[in-house]
């Protein structure tokens, strides 16, 4: 029972609510810092990558309402793999860890902030991953942010491939070990770069299991026979891959067959597990147990809220139950893929739901994904610097709650809208 009644509220909110101060501090560094701000927005406007965010107005799904309009928007861009983000089961079951463990913890873990449920969800992870034990947090930022620096010391190594997620990149740059990055997907050079970390006390691999802007899949049988030949670890980010990659969705690993050959998984709860939020290292247990010690984004962070955990928790028991949907994504990955090949579009990648539709314009692509949009299809345009100069596209992403017939529809609209940009004779 609450017993902090209304007044205890009223004191909380102070008399200030609702009323903004339009500035704090001294006022000219307050002058100064607004100038300097504002020229920078004025800067990324005109390199034109200004990043607009549309207003969902209902569950994010298949089928979406945007605020102030389109109803009825077929959603390609979320990465909703699954569609487990609004299933009715994930749903109740984060209604019902709401009520029966509160909102949240307010602690960290090792203080008042680990109830049963994060100690099943963590034992939940290990055993879909086939691992000795895992670790949870905030974000996969978090849980990227926190590895290298708490595993790696001046005396190791660590091999990044150059186009790995921002946040590797973040916490690679965080710790203090020797870094290599190697070109993208390419065995030689990784294999040259292993050569010059032998000198080094421990070398560990760091790679994207599948890379979102292209959908491709690192090649890690490949990457773990070099590992072998060097005697290095390897590490993979998951998240465009758990849940559905692999014939029981276990990820790249299992796809590949080497899930006994790499070392540490982490992946995120926020896209194809439920998509609410919340990330993860798998792994070997004393690892897993010196993160808890020394991970700093998990040692001085909130624990993650109880209908969070309760979602990614029933999105791991429905995928142990069944591979079904996870096959059912890929049977829509797959029509999605052939009839835009057979309509004349390149995409790049291959059997992964992230399908870009590659372009080479940044305008072309802007203008196509409008387009689109017009068409009651959200999808998303993406150009330098996010992905390289003449290499702009358009990322589309399938979920297993797609019908054929939106695939259909997505596939006529680019078809139409291809033809009257020129993209398509
Ligand atoms: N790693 C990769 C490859 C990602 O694509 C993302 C999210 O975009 C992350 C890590 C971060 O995951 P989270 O949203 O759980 O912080």
Known sequence: MWRGGTAAWGLLRGGGAGSPRAASGTAAAVVHLRQRLEKELEDIRGAGTWKNERVIASRQGPHLRLAGGGAGILNFC????????????????????????????????FICGTQSIHKDLEEKIARFHQREDAILYASCF??????????????????????????????????KAN????????????????????????RLVATDGAFSMDGDIAPLREICQLAQKYDALVFIDECHATGFLGPNGRGTDELLGVMDKVTIINSTLGKALGGAAGGYTTGPKPLIDLLRQRSRPYLFSNSLPPAVVGCASKALDLLMESNAIAQSM???????????????????????????????????????????????????????????????????????????????????????VGRKHGALP
């Open 78 to 109: 979320a990465n909703n793999y699954l569609g487990l983000s609004s299933h009715p089961e994930v749903i109740r079951a984060a209604v019902e860890a709401l009520e029966k463990f509160g909102a949240g913890l307010s602690s960290v873990r």
């Open 142 to 175: 978090d849980a990227n942010a926190g590895i290298f620096e708490a595993l790696l010391t001046p005396e190791d190594a660590v091999l990044s491939d150059e186009l790995n997620h921002a946040s590797i990149i973040d916490g690679i740059r965080l710790c």
């Open 179 to 202: 870094k290599y990055r190697y070109k993208h997907m390419d065995m030689q050079d990784l294999e040259a770069k292993l050569q010059e970390a032998q000198k080094h006390r421990l």
């Open 330 to 416: 890929a049977a829509k990955t797959q029509r999605f893929r052939s009839k835009m090949t057979a309509a004349g579009f390149t995409i790049s990648g291959k059997d992964h739901p992230i399908c870009p539709v590659m372009l080479g314009d940044a305008r072309l692509a802007a203008v196509m994904a409008e387009d689109m949009l017009n068409r009651g299809i959200y999808v998303i345009g993406f150009s330098y610097p996010v992905v390289p100069k003449g290499k702009a596209r358009i990322r589309v992403q399938i979920s297993a709650v797609h019908s054929d017939e939106d695939i259909d529809r997505c596939v006529e609209a680019f078809t139409e």
